[in-house]
């Protein structure tokens, strides 16, 4: 049951710096999350860049030791 003489002014400017604090933590979080983003897609492809050799007697050695 809520209360029958609610001043809905008062209240709200009662819980202004918690409402602030809130929106606060929630535009952090979104940020943190956008950079994680941005970060794991930048990495993406790192683990797929290989070198060639150089001459054809690294490629043989490559073959012999397989």
């Known amino acids: 049951m809520s209360a029958p003489d609610t ?10 710096p918690a409402l602030l604090g809130i929106r606060g933590v929630v535009v952090a979080v979104l940020l943190m999350f956008a950079v994680f983003l941005l970060w794991v897609f930048n990495k993406g492809g790192e683990q797929d860049v290989v070198e ?14 397989n």
Not at 52 to 65: I, R
């Open 7 to 16: 001043n809905v002014e008062r209240e709200e400017k009662l819980h202004k």
């Open 52 to 65: 060639a050799p150089q001459t054809a007697a690294e490629v043989q050695a490559t073959n012999a030791d």
